[in-house]
């Protein structure tokens, strides 16, 4: 399983694995926990997907990185509105999109009457007239019948 998962770059859902043999679900726990995979749950569709856990991929942070981290204050929704209000600025759900013209769908053009042209054939000019000529003697033959 782990040679699997290290070949797949964007990672294995846990169900495909568990279906393939019976004691796939222990395996995944084992490799989990000596931390060769990442396991990332998917709370909406309860789908979990397997990661390599790749050793060359792994950093230490020092600790005053840490504590700088851990400093950065989020600010809260709420409040962020009332600081660009008292700036004289507004939040984007509040400002109205421009108008944009509609373009009207091109009007159908109504649809010629198909003309029905006689074509001939100007270099079969002379075999027309042997048709022709085939014909009335094949006429005369059977009249005189």
Known sequence: ILDLIQRTV???PKGDLSDSYHEAGDDIKALEQEQQ???IKNTDTNNDVLFYNDPHCRITVSQPIRQL???VRMVDPTELRRQLSRA???ALSTIEAPAVARKRPPKKRARRATRRIRL???HLEGIQDLIQAQDLVDQAAAENE
Do not use: A, E, P, S
């Open 10 to 12: 964007g990672g294995i």
């Open 37 to 39: 995979i990442v396991v």
């Open 69 to 71: 981290w851990h400093q």
């Open 120 to 122: 001939t054939n100007v």
């Open 88 to 90: 004289g600025l507004r």
